[in-house]
């Protein structure tokens, strides 16, 4: 059967990442830097075009990818342990931004806008959050999140990346992404993958109960996201361009 165009640049993502997580355990620097390589916008576009017209990869996408909580389209590219993932946070996107962390480390590439986080850390008198834990889906259940009281958390610093600049997150850094509202940002990360089953989950404002299972995109909901995206990326190159 003759491979498509989005079937051979995926296999070729997926042998890169493999080969990288057979030596490495965990995100580093050099995974940042073969995202780099790998998704100059020239290069996503390619990519994203050849999905678009591939009908068994976008459904495949689709049944994996969601709108998440915090703010942005996860288009699932790849879940092989390691998740590779493409995030677009579209402006006027409704957004909890809720603080928490990972159960795994990942490098995240921006690709379009500035994003910005905090980092948040525990102390003994902060400000009081009510916190809950997050419970991975697994195979014989769904997610859910228990509540485990109250805890005191301090803002520790701030760090906004731009276009073209990568950073790395260990697992159980607790951070908060900052929806910009105004801008389209887009990010392309891959988190390494995990044996553990629960993170930390913290609304940043009451009364929010933190939506643990939005549902996935349908194929014409990601294909008219998708293709709004690409158009963003082409008039960005005509600017440059011009």
Known sequence: MVKSTAQILLQQYQIQLEQYFSIHNDATETLSQLLEQQFSKSQLLTLLTAIL?????????SSRSYQHGNGFLKVVLLDRGYKLR?????????CEENIHDHRWSFSSLIITGALTSEIWKD??????FQEYEYHAATQSRAPFKTEIGVNALKLDHVQTKQAGESYVMPKGKLHRIINPG??????????????QGTTRLIPIH??????IQPPKTTVQQLTDSLNLFIQYLQQENNDYAA
């Open 182 to 195: 105004h801008q389209l940002v887009s990010t392309m990360m891959c988190s390494a993958p995990t044996e």
């Open 86 to 94: 493409l995030h677009i946070w579209f402006a006027g996107q409704s």
């Open 206 to 211: 009451n009364g929010i109960d933190p939506n």
């Open 123 to 128: 102390v003994d008198a902060g400000q009081d």
């Open 53 to 61: 017209q591939d009908e068994q990869s976008l459904a495949e996408i």
